[in-house]
């Protein structure tokens, strides 16, 4: 598991102005830089006061921290990890364990629920992949006819490796002192934490290969290439109705939109696909209380129980904006990650904050299969004026 560390507003303000930056299409290079670094400063802060305040309050005993369960590291990791302690820090061009680099992806993905929905794969050192189409897996033919060239059509390679996504680690030399544990644990959570945002913008605000970035949920792509916003597709009250037909007849019209594929060249209709249970719905935090108040009943025993109709899953993200609602069908969106978090130290860079910078790639991508693996809606969520007091 990461540091579980208290996001302070300080960190919460440098987040979402790292946000505003990075969707602002009219930010210069030097503002959305100012962003970054005040974003890694905050998040670094607040990493180092919790482990030191953490190093404070645990024994450091190691079979009482694995029955507790704590973080305990393998034996090579523990020795890549007490190197770095050895040697003041990590080496020029190395990369972390093949075992911490798996623990990151797991606890990006458990800790990021988006990243989990949207299905981010972990392609390890790989950098391509091969993709099936479904639609094309399988032919009927003659007993001894030829089938080469049938099977060559289904399958196709994707490349994964052309965009790169770095994470800045600042890390205090006085870390070191605390031993290879806390050293490794600090590390992974400044990672989950830099990536999670990264690839979050990235897979939900995108503006593709001309910027460097991946294609996002919330952009289309047009027969040249070019990448635009999507329209909104409709707008969505989440009314009150007596038997709750407002709410699943407006459902309904997302879930029937989501359920054909986008038509093919030559083709006038797309062809239809299961999208039950498969439909995940993204909203802004401040929209999503308005969505569980409007899905909220109380049942017979007394608990409150939120669902939406159709088993639509909802999740949070900061990257929607407020007033927007995403849906997208799992398994329509391509997300991953490869390579091998290489290091690389700027050991001169911090040397009166007495911390080391380093920087960590890994190659990311994303796009979707088609437009209309996600779709955009307006919110119109409104509540009754409270009654005066009497």
Do not use: C
């Amino acid at each position: 598991m990461t540091i579980k560390f208290n996001r302070s507003e300080t960190f919460n303000e440098a987040k979402n102005k790292l946000t505003v930056a990075l969707a602002n299409t009219e930010a210069t290079e030097k503002e959305q830089t100012t962003a970054f670094q005040n974003f890694f400063d905050a998040l670094q802060n607040e990493v180092t006061n919790t482990v030191r305040s953490q190093v404070n309050d645990e024994m450091l005993d190691r079979s009482i921290l694995q029955q507790r369960g704590q973080n305990v590291l393998t034996s090579e990791e523990t020795r890549f990890f007490n190197a770095v302690v050895q040697d003041g820090g990590f080496k020029d061009d190395s990369i972390l364990p093949v075992t911490t680099q798996e623990r990151v992806f797991e606890d990006l993905v458990s800790e990021h629920p988006l990243l989990d929905a949207i299905g981010l794969q972990d392609l390890g050192a790989v950098t391509k992949f091969i993709y099936s189409d479904a639609t094309k897996a399988f032919a009927w033919g003659p007993l001894f006819g030829e089938i080469k060239g049938q099977v060559n059509a289904a399958f196709r390679e994707e490349q994964i490796g052309q965009l790169k996504l770095t994470a800045f680690a600042a890390i205090p030399n006085d870390m070191l002192e605390l031993g290879p544990e806390w050293v490794e644990r600090y590390v992974r959570t400044l990672l989950v934490e830099s990536y999670s945002v990264g690839l979050e913008f990235g897979f939900v605000n995108g503006a593709g290969p001309a910027a460097n970035q991946p294609i996002g949920l919330m952009k289309n792509v047009g027969a040249d290439g070019a990448i635009t916003d999507k329209t909104s597709s409709g707008t969505l009250t989440f009314a009150p109705s007596q038997y709750g037909e407002t709410i699943a007849g407006e459902l309904y019209g997302v879930v029937k939109a989501l359920s054909t594929a986008q038509p093919k060249t030559g083709e006038t209709e797309g062809k239809a696909r299961k999208v039950l249970n498969k439909i995940v719905m993204v909203v802004n935090p401040v929209d999503l209380i308005g969505v569980q108040a409007r899905n909220t009943i109380q049942t017979s025993n007394g608990q409150w129980v939120m669902a939406l109709p159709y088993n639509i899953q909802p999740v949070e993200s900061e990257e929607v904006p407020v007033g927007k609602a995403l849906f997208f069908v799992k398994g329509e969106y391509l997300a991953a990650m490869a390579g091998g978090y290489k290091l690389k130290k700027f050991d001169q860079t911090l040397a009166i904050e007495d911390a080391t910078l380093y920087t960590i790639k890994q190659f990311a991508n994303g796009k979707p299969k088609d437009n209309k693996a996600a779709l955009v809606y307006d919110l119109d969520i409104t509540f009754p004026a409270p009654s005066p007091a009497v």
